[in-house]
């Protein structure tokens, strides 16, 4: 990676102000505010990823934490920027946990973006399904799912939820 797209991951990783927001809202401020598409942020959180394993092997030798508060002390020093992650030592680290200078996982702000693809995923997936269906009121997958669908337009709630649940295959689980 250039030095260039490691400064403007770095400063992404600023802007979302984890010591500030959290977790939760600095994973929503790299979905909301940010600006970025989808694959920019999974290559943020690429990097970020990249750089918490880096740490791993070159702060191993710390002491007084479990392995989980390890893993959030690693990604603290990520979560401080650019400078501090560059200007990490052991001594530092070992005072961090001493001093109880780290919180609970930077690492979960990227949940959101588990979140934004599981979503994104479904509504594919629907609009899939719609499609499909409205090609099967116009005939194209034969007469058989067209009067399926004929049936189900006519339907009642309860009965569209019979006619769903029995032929998954033409109405998926748009009900």
Known sequence: MSKAVDSVMWQVIEDMNFNERGHDEAGLYLINESGLTLDAMKKVEMFARRKQEKLYRQLFDVTGVSDDSYDDLLWQIV?????????????KAQSMIDNNE??????????????????????????????????????????????????????????KVRLSLGFQEVFGEIV
């Open 79 to 91: 979560a401080n920027g650019e400078e501090f992650y560059n200007n990490i030592t052991l001594e």
């Open 102 to 159: 780290y919180t609970e996982s930077f690492a979960y702000a990227f949940h959101k973006i588990d979140d934004l693809i599981e979503e994104d995923q479904s509504l594919k997936k629907r609009e899939q399904q719609l499609a499909y269906i409205e090609r099967c009121r116009q005939g194209v997958h034969g007469s058989f799912h067209k009067a399926l669908v004929d049936a189900f337009d006519k339907a009642d709630n309860v009965n």
